[in-house]
């Protein structure tokens, strides 16, 4: 069957994003589960190697873009309902973000979690994302053994209460030509920002989209854009 063809097999009047589940073609763990828009499935189909439509970045992105760990397709099954894809993959390194194998590692009612990190994520992501992560995974953590988790139970106003209050610091900081002090606030106010940005489930990878699109006009510029 041809490319063309396999597209038209889906029902794109029911979902623009068609929901993947991610199966390893050697045991058949399943790994994950993402979404494809046209795409994202024309390239997936003509390069055997998965991409998807990441709804947080807001764009395709190619499995293991920045880690490495591409995921190899092997076949592509699609459901009874014309609406649902499964596609078996030999999966180079992990599949996870958080470093595990599959995402599927926490048992839903005791939420213990069945197997280890196997990978480096900062190495894998960068600190920036892998923090950006870590606070998702924090917003169902116990409040009373995550700061993360009983800030965010807390409301948006505590949070841009701490945001306002690290910005602040961070300018006295920097007022008194103090370095570790600047780099130490910047850093606590950089975490501050990443929560009220998780919140809202917006990635770190939205921001840099912004940054680079500035990036092709003058400053002066982009501020008469934002008047207009």
């Known amino acids: 069957m041809s490319i063309l063809n396999s597209l038209e097999r889906v029902d794109w009047q029911k979902c623009d994003l068609l929901p993947v589940i991610v199966q390893d073609i050697k045991n058949n763990e399943v790994l994950m589960m993402a979404y494809m828009n046209k795409e994202a499935l024309e390239l997936s189909l003509s390069t055997k190697i998965a991409h998807y439509f990441s709804r947080s970045k807001q764009r395709i992105w190619k499995k293991g873009e920045s880690s490495g760990h591409i995921q190899k397709i092997d076949s592509f099954y699609?459901?009874?309902d014309n609406d649902t894809l499964?596609?078996?993959v030999i999966q180079e390194g992990v599949a996870c973000h958080t470093g595990r194998r599959s995402c599927f590692f926490t048992e839903l009612e005791s939420l213990k979690t069945s197997t280890d990190v196997e990978v480096d994520t900062k190495e894998m992501y960068g600190v920036i994302d892998t923090l950006y992560h870590t606070i998702q995974e924090r917003k169902s953590a116990d409040t009373s053994s995550s700061w993360t988790a009983a800030l965010i139970s807390k409301g948006d106003n505590a949070i841009l209460k701490k945001v306002i209050e690290e910005?602040?610091?961070f300018c006295l900081a920097y007022k008194d030509d103090d370095e570790h002090e600047v780099i130490y606030e910047a850093a606590?106010?950089?975490?501050h920002m990443l929560v009220a940005l998780g919140v809202k489930n917006i990635s770190p990878e939205r921001i840099k989209q912004e940054l680079s699109r500035r990036f092709d006009m003058s400053g002066i510029a982009?501020?008469?854009s934002r008047s207009n």
């Open 86 to 88: 499964l596609i078996k």
């Open 188 to 191: 606590d106010l950089t975490y």
């Open 78 to 80: 699609i459901d009874c």
């Open 167 to 169: 910005a602040g610091e």
């Open 222 to 224: 982009e501020k008469n």
